[in-house]
């Protein structure tokens, strides 16, 4: 059974940086992404890493300031964030997934969610 599973969340000041981990229990063979979501938001996607590693894609707004990376010796992806914001408060979630591109930045192209780890950044 394939299971995502978030850790590193916690409460921060503006300012910060936080690295949140994602191990993947299970068959490891998959694309790699991470969204967030705030309440009342919808779910934002924010950035996805291919299977080999290499090949990332962010969304706009956090392009600069996070970083998404994967060990797949040990099955996990990371996602550094850096110069932290209010705004980034929300609930951050590792998806998994044999990804088609058209779908890389859309929650639907993902089988796999984990649980969701909380960051809070204080101002």
């Known amino acids: 059974q394939v299971q995502p599973v978030e850790s590193g969340g916690g409460l921060v000041q503006a300012g910060d940086s936080l690295r949140l981990s994602c191990t993947v229990s299970?068959?490891?063979?998959?694309?790699m992404a991470w969204f967030r979501q705030a309440p009342g938001k919808e779910r934002e996607f924010l950035a996805a890493i291919r299977y080999d590693a290499f090949t990332t894609y962010y969304a706009d707004s956090v392009q600069g300031r996070f970083t998404i990376s994967r060990d797949n010796a040990k099955n996990t992806a990371y996602l550094q964030m850096a110069s932290m914001k209010p705004e980034d408060t929300a609930v951050y979630y590792c998806?998994?997934?044999?990804?088609?591109?058209?779908?890389?930045?859309?929650?639907?192209?993902?089988?796999?969610w984990g649980q969701g780890t909380r960051v809070t950044v204080s101002s």
């Open positions: 299970g068959r490891a063979s998959y694309d």
């Open positions: 998806a998994a997934g044999s990804v088609d591109v058209a779908a890389l930045t859309l929650p639907r192209g993902y089988l796999y």
